[in-house]
């Protein structure tokens, strides 16, 4: 009995690993695929299209899950959805209007510390010193990289950082939402529940964007751009989703959250490869908040509350 024990948390960390490393990859593609989509398309457009691409796909693959969602679940489901996708579809191409990308998936390895900051405050997770000191460094970390961009990119504005920060808070809250309110639903009926709802109002904001006049439709540009929007839905949100949502339940929303570690190493290549630029002090902000994040999301000893 100990021995296959023994194998299955072989085999357990094993798949929670690969879903990891498929995320970081598809995830940290992320960030340029909104950049590019950017030059044809409005940060409402790229939100609202990427989310109604990816319930298309999903709802393909998925559709008899729907039967299978209780009643008494949904309501955690569309707020997993919006939450964990529809608020963020539309934030980060907000914030890549003025910010590069390479320094929004910098931000986005916040997720983990606001992991812990909500699981205490909400979920009644404790914190060990230890902790806190790995959040106070994550936080300095973040401060720093900011005023360092403002510094080197004036024409950029770095306000903009606030909805990459903004969309932690969701990701944060959504772990933890998950974890305990979701642990045993599958990953594809959340996913498939989520998005069959997250349609219409996504349908409705691509509406009132004008995104069906011909001005935008036939445009060479918009054409382009969508075809990254697509890969985005479908990669970067429906699969993705899939995936994390497994990850999830089968592991812990601490360790969920680390993917953000990896992105940026995914994000900066590609940066890199399109002609962006970091200083110095913008990589050692970059260490700062992952050395903070790995402080925070060390082995700990965990309390629950009854929620």
């Known amino acids: 009995m100990h021995i296959c024990g023994f194998f299955r948390n072989m085999e357990n960390n094993s798949v929670k690993w ?26 409402l457009q790229i939100g609202s299209l990427r989310i109604l691409i990816a319930a298309v796909f999903l709802l393909i693959i998925g559709f008899r899950r729907l039967k299978k969602i209780k009643k008494n679940e949904w309501k955690w489901i569309i707020a ?18 003025e910010i590069d990308s390479s320094i929004s998936s910098i931000l986005n390895t916040i ?22 000191f790995g959040l106070v460094i994550g936080f300095l970390g973040g401060v720093l990289l900011i005023l360092q961009g403002a510094e080197v990119n004036p024409n950029q504005n770095y306000l903009y950082t606030l909805f990459i920060l903004a969309a932690t808070v969701c990701y944060a809250l959504n772990l933890n939402l998950i ?15 989520c998005f069959s709802f997250l349609m219409i109002p996504a349908f409705v904001v ?9 001005e935008v439709l036939f445009s060479t540009t918009t054409s382009l751009s969508i075809l990254y929007v697509a890969l ?16 999830i339940q089968v592991s812990s929303p601490v360790f969920s959250s680390s993917v953000t570690y990896f992105l940026p190493i995914v994000a900066l290549f590609w940066g890199v490869l399109d002609g962006e630029t970091l200083t110095l002090t913008q990589i050692m902000a970059a260490v700062f ?13 965990q309390k629950t509350a009854p929620i």
């Not at 974890?179 to 529940?193: C, N, P, W, Y």
């Open 18 to 43: 690969m879903y990891l490393l498929v995320l970081s990859l598809v995830w940290g593609s992320s960030f340029i695929l909104i950049k590019k989509a950017l030059l044809g398309l409005t940060p």
């Open 80 to 97: 997993s959805g919006v939450l964990g996708t529809f608020i963020p579809s539309f934030l980060f191409p907000l914030a890549q209007t």
């Open 111 to 132: 997720t983990p510390l606001m992991t812990l900051v909500f699981g205490f405050f909400i979920f009644s997770i404790s914190f060990t010193k230890r902790q806190l």
């Open 179 to 193: 974890k305990t309110k979701l642990q045993e639903v599958s990953s594809l009926a959340i996913a498939v529940g």
């Open 206 to 214: 691509l509406l009132s964007t004008g995104f069906f006049s011909k």
């Open 232 to 247: 985005l839905g479908v990669f970067g949100t429906a699969l993705a989703l899939l995936f994390f949502n497994k990850l």
């Open 289 to 301: 908040i992952l050395f903070g994040v790995v402080l925070a999301n060390r082995k700990r000893k």
